[in-house]
């Protein structure tokens, strides 16, 4: 009974439609400018990415005024959907633009690559904004590895406590609560909102640019919980804008490699004593003479490490390495988990951060491709890291192929796309004359960035941000 007049507020709300969530609100970061990442061509007859912003972004471009048979799907994400250490080119947007063509050649298909390097969820939302206003009938969101990039605070959001944040984040999401603030705000001066909330500039600028930007990385819960409560944020934006916007959305969720794939950085645990410090550092070396010869043995010695520092996230992923040559599989891919989650520098997403995306997407009833899934499925035990991943996060050119099948697969269950029999016979003509057509110098540039890219997820940047994107990190 008590809650009765609430309820019968919200329902009128919903019945007016008044306070609607505002989804263009983020309360963790602010923007100092935000450039749109289209603009028209010099003959106004396509909107195309401005070279001001191609640090960041490829070229890329769709046309201006859309066709009576275009179906328009726009991709956005980190370095992984630009097809990184490659390029667009051989991106899963390119693969599934051609499968689509091939399938159903009735339609005119346009596929938008808007991945952008070191792009996180929270620079993915204006992007979101501007490309829902230009007729899109699709938009696809693969984020959540790099929302640990660039250096913020979230003082203002952490120092609520957890008892009272998640009541006070369920509250927000209501109409009433949303017709109150905009009452608020008509009261209040504008300013006065962004007051404790972090400014970041128009692009990216991730720490490991700089050198020794890796040493800026030490463990930090506090700073940890607030990224993930970001990312969650984020997802329930984009999914209420694209609602709002009558557009449908599909999320997809990352993986990442775990075998071959050591932590970043890996710090002691607070409190240890330089006695325990040297048995420690004994049985870690002890463990990792033996791994090849003896990994049962190895594995002992790593479990008495582990009971004097169980912090370390280099500790886990030899764990990892003995298990899997013990034979056992499923532990020693949970070793490996918990090596990245304890990784002082978190370039690959977290389990929390899954965990939300698959709920928020069960609970929105949005629908969602699970890359990460599907890797697992195609790797030896279960366990991705191989010929499907060249570093820690991004696909190889077989990898994105297999994304853009899963999408392909989920567009046909929607009913978008209606195959023509026979059309996958084409198929591989067609991947081969397209591979053929960018020669050698394209696979060459891409071994390169990759040498570079993983130089870089090292820590082992040599000078500031650079001028042109060829440095950059996911």
């Known amino acids: ?35 749109p ?32 048979r275009e179906f328009r799907i726009f991709c956005l994400g980190g370095s992984t959907v630009q097809g990184r250490p490659f390029a667009v080119e051989t991106s899963f947007t390119t693969w599934l633009e051609m499968d689509l063509r091939l399938a159903d050649p009735g339609r005119t298909w346009e596929v938008v690559n808007c991945g952008g390097i070191s792009y996180a969820s929270y620079r993915l939302v204006p992007i979101l904004e501007e490309v829902l206003t230009y007729e899109p009938d699709l938009v696809v969101v693969y984020t959540g590895h790099n929302e640990f990039l660039e250096d913020r605070e979230y003082g203002h959001i952490r120092d609520i406590p957890a008892v009272v944040a998640r009541p006070a984040g ?20 504008g300013p006065g909102r962004e007051e404790g909330k972090p400014v970041l500039g128009p692009e990216a600028d991730a720490m490991l640019d700089y050198r020794d930007g890796i040493a800026r990385y030490r463990r930090d819960e506090a700073w940890r919980r607030g990224g993930i409560e970001h990312y969650r944020h984020n997802v329930r934006r984009m999914i209420g804008l694209c609602r709002d916007a009558d557009v449908p959305l599909v999320l997809v969720n990352p993986v990442s490699a775990l ?34 010869v003896n990994p049962f043995r190895s594995a002992e010695l790593l479990k008495k490490a582990a009971a004097i520092d169980g912090q370390y996230a280099g500790l886990h992923y030899l764990r990892g390495e003995c298990l899997e040559r013990m034979r056992r599989s499923s532990a020693a891919r949970a070793a490996y988990v918990r090596a990245k989650e304890l990784d002082v520098c978190p370039l690959r997403m977290l389990e929390p951060m899954h965990r939300d995306l698959l709920a928020i997407a069960r609970g929105t009833g949005t629908p969602l491709v699970d890359v990460r899934r599907l890797f697992e ?4 035990d279960g366990i991705p890291g191989g010929v499907l991943l060249l570093d820690h996060v991004h696909p190889s050119i077989p990898g994105h192929s297999l994304i853009a099948e899963a999408l392909f697969e989920e567009l046909k269950r929607q009913g978008v796309v209606r195959p023509r029999r026979g059309w996958q016979e084409r198929r591989e003509a067609a991947v081969q004359k397209h591979l053929d057509a960018l020669g050698d110098v ?22 500031g941000p650079p001028a042109s994107g060829a440095n950059r990190g996911p």
């Open 377 to 380: 499925r195609r790797s030896k």
């Open 442 to 463: 394209y696979f060459a540039q891409g071994r390169e960035r990759l040498r570079r890219l993983r130089g870089w997820a090292a820590g082992r940047a040599t000078f």
């Open 37 to 68: 990442l289209f603009v028209r061509s010099d003959d106004g007859t396509r909107r195309e990415i401005p070279r001001s912003r191609q640090s960041f972004f490829r070229p890329e471009s769709f046309p201006a005024v859309k066709g009576p």
């Open 259 to 292: 075998r071959n794939c050591p932590p970043f950085k890996s710090e002691h645990r607070d409190g240890l004593t330089a006695d325990q410090r040297r048995r420690w550092e004994a049985l870690c070396r002890n463990a990792g003479q033996l791994i090849g």
């Open 170 to 189: 369920l509250l927000a999401r209501t109409r009433t609560f949303g017709l109150l603030r905009s009452a608020w705000r008509g009261i209040a001066d």
């Open 1 to 35: 009974m008590g809650l009765l007049p609430f309820v019968l507020l919200e329902g009128l709300c919903a019945t007016l439609d008044w306070g609607r969530p505002d989804w263009h609100d983020d309360p963790f970061v602010g923007f100092s400018a935000v450039q």
